[in-house]
């Protein structure tokens, strides 16, 4: 009882201990939390400090840069009005200097015009009067020598006459008749010919004077050009000058305009730059008032941390002089306890020494029995062990037996085995073997044939034939490879624009894609697949676009029927769409991209999932069978036409089936017969997506 009375006792003492320590854990954690919020709320004002400070700072960097930029464009503006006014007035003071001076440059060619024209006339007109002077000259002395001469034999007659008057009186007579008529004759001929002197020399005077009148008329003409190009140059220079005005003027209320904007601007920047001094100011004063408020806070804060702690501290003094009272009533108590536990204890030794003697021979009789049990036990397991390892050990080589059998079928197995690839290896080695020397044998024999057959044949088409592909094999490069043609035509299909080189890339692609299944996959790898319908879609109806469209639809035609890049042609943006406006642009006008599209879609629309895509396609169903009504019309109409030609009674039209048409690769080299009518390309398309007809 007593135990029990002083373990309660304990216990409530251990109980009150327990709860005083908890209060003084709990006080003194929450104490240092406060420490520890406190610090972590000074260090987060701190941060929000120095991150409101990196801001503003951030802000008034952001500013000066702006008022930077600005002040640099009010610095560029001003600097290039300024330049532009000094290069107005430079140019202002040119065009003044080039007007001075090639009016000073064209009435100096005026003048010298002038002088040379003036110079000209006085020596034509010099050479005319000397040339007329000579001639008047020359005519004055034939006229004299004429006369002279007249003179001179009239004188000599008279003298002739006197003195032989007397003896000649009778001849005078008879040849007085004489001398006068050819006196008469001669001067008739003198007068003829004075007359035809006087004509000629009129005539050419005449000319002289016409002519001379010319050059007047001429020279006054030059003169008046000459006049009208003055008078012209000045009205030009008039208009000149008037235009030169406008433009100044209208240079100068451009100007003008200009300085009122940038005036503006400026009047806009200096209300921006005050404003914002304004709110470094407002934003200084409340940074100063806010300082003061967080010192007044922190003045507060100060004072209320301090008065809590003051209480804190009273508290804790308090409980301190408790805890101690309480320390030294528990040592009072420890100290009694402790002489109580002695007396106990000496009882509780001499009690747990006869216990120990008792527990002790207890402990060996039972030692004693558990020998004895120990050793039979061990018996009982020494000879189970050697039970279980016996039938271990014969399971054991029951297993290596079995296994040993195994291993010794396996070996058999696996010889009779390697025997038989052995000698399967030796007939496939022989077969190949003969396969090779037959194909040599045969190889030689075609190429013996060939040259004989060669030799013997005379046919200027083989010759011919045989030739081009001699040259084309001696003349063939790397950039005639598929290969190299492809990325070639890629690289101007993807980069050039010009027409005739993006014709001749298709015509390269087209050909590339016909004969190789590498060079589709390469296109498809380049993603050109998009780029070819989107060419598709920039065309016309024109004759170079038609010829684009054509070979681009038999690239894709040729790459829809490879099966590895099909997906992707199927899988390209607005392919349906584009295929069926081919279909009805080109109905009858270009059959061949007609049947082409269709030939697209049936093998696009031959799995399922894509037939069902398509017939999901908006419309499609119903341009298909508008576009079947139309050519079925068209057809009929041809049969009647045919019928009323040949006098038929009927004209078959039968759709061949899928399985005919071309829907392998041509480099397969399977001769299968293709659609060479849009009726037969929209029939096998509908019956495809197993669409009825109207």
Not at 266 to 278: E, N, T, W
Not at 281 to 289: D, E, F, M, V
Not at 359 to 385: D, H, P, T
Request: net charge positive; aromatic share 8%.
């Amino acid at each position: 009882m007593q135990a029990v009375v002083r373990m309660l006792m304990c216990r409530r003492w251990y109980l009150k201990i327990r709860q005083a320590v908890c209060i003084l854990q709990t006080r003194y954690r929450a104490y240092h939390k406060g420490l520890l919020v406190q610090s972590q709320y000074k260090q987060l004002k701190d941060s929000a400090i120095v991150i409101q400070s990196s801001y503003r700072g951030y802000l008034v960097r952001k500013q000066a840069l702006a008022r930077h930029a600005a002040a640099l464009v009010i610095q560029t503006l001003s600097k290039g009005y300024l330049a532009r006014k000094q290069y107005l007035q430079l140019k202002k003071s040119t065009l003044l200097i080039q007007a001075v001076y090639r009016g000073q440059r064209s009435r100096r060619m005026a003048a010298r015009c002038h002088t040379a024209a003036t110079l000209i006339q006085s020596v034509f007109r010099s050479h005319c009067t000397r040339h007329r002077y000579i001639k008047m000259k020359n005519s004055t002395c034939v006229i004299q020598c004429h006369w002279r001469n007249w003179k001179s034999s009239g004188r000599l007659r008279d003298e002739y006459e006197r003195l032989q008057e007397a003896t000649v009186f009778v001849q005078s007579l008879i040849r007085g008749n004489r001398v006068r008529k050819s006196f008469q004759r001669q001067s008739d001929a003198i007068r003829t010919m004075q007359a035809v002197c006087r004509g000629y020399i009129a005539r050419c005077t005449y000319k002289k004077l016409q002519n001379e009148k010319n050059r007047q008329n001429q020279a006054a003409i030059k003169i008046q050009a000459l006049c009208k190009a003055y008078i012209a140059r000045m009205k030009y220079l008039q208009t000149y000058e008037a235009a030169i005005t406008i433009q100044q003027w209208y240079k100068a209320n451009r100007i003008g305009h200009t300085q009122y904007l940038l005036y503006h601007i400026m009047r806009g920047a200096a209300l921006v730059i005050q404003s914002y001094y304004r709110s470094h100011l407002i934003r200084r004063q409340y940074l100063i008032k806010m300082g003061a408020a967080m010192t007044i806070q922190a003045t507060f804060r100060g004072w209320r941390q301090r008065v809590v702690y003051g209480q804190q501290r009273q508290a804790i003094l308090c409980i301190q002089s408790a805890v101690k009272e309480w320390l030294a009533m528990r040592q009072e108590k420890e100290a009694n306890r402790q002489i109580y536990v002695a007396e106990f204890s000496l009882k509780i030794q001499n009690n747990l020494h006869l216990i120990k003697i008792q527990r002790v021979f207890r402990n060996y009789l039972i030692r004693m029995v558990a020998q004895e049990r120990i050793l039979s036990v061990k018996v009982i397991q020494r000879w189970m062990r050697c039970r279980l390892d016996r039938m271990k050990f014969l399971k054991l080589c029951l297993s290596v037996r079995i296994l040993q059998k195994s291993a010794r079928k396996h070996l058999e197995k696996r010889h009779l085995a390697a025997n038989v690839i052995q000698s399967a290896a030796r007939k496939y080695l022989s077969h190949v073997h003969a396969k090779k020397w037959v194909k040599s044998v045969s190889k030689v024999q075609a190429l013996w044939r060939g040259y004989l057959l060669r030799r013997r044949t005379k046919n200027k088409k083989l010759t011919m034939v045989r030739t081009r592909i001699e040259s084309a094999n001696r003349n063939a490069s790397e950039n005639q490879k598929l290969c190299n043609r492809t990325t070639s035509a890629l690289d101007y299909l993807l980069k050039l624009k010009n027409m005739s080189d993006i014709l001749q890339a298709l015509i390269n692609l087209e050909v590339t894609t016909r004969l190789s299944s590498r060079c589709c996959e390469h296109i498809v790898e380049n993603n050109a697949v998009d780029t070819l319908f989107v060419l598709v879609r920039s065309c016309n109806r024109s004759l170079p676009h038609m010829e684009l469209i054509k070979y681009t639809i038999s690239i894709l035609l040729n790459l829809v029927k490879y099966e590895k890049t099909r997906q992707s042609v199927y899988e390209s943006d607005k392919m349906t769409e584009t295929l069926l406006e081919l279909m009805t642009v080109y109905r009858d006008k270009g059959s061949d991209i007609f049947i082409k599209a269709c030939m697209l879609l049936t093998i696009l629309a031959q799995e399922n999932p894509r037939k069902q895509e398509m017939l999901s396609a908006p419309k499609l169903p119903e341009k298909l069978r508008s576009l079947h009504t139309l050519l079925q019309r068209k057809q009929n109409v041809k049969e009647r036409q045919w019928i009323t030609k040949t006098k038929m009674a009927s004209y078959n039209t039968g759709v061949r089936s899928l399985d005919t048409l071309n829907l392998t690769p041509d480099w397969m080299l399977q001769k299968k017969k293709s659609i060479s009518e849009p009726l037969h390309a929209v029939t096998v398309l509908m019956g495809v997506l197993d669409l009825t007809y109207k």
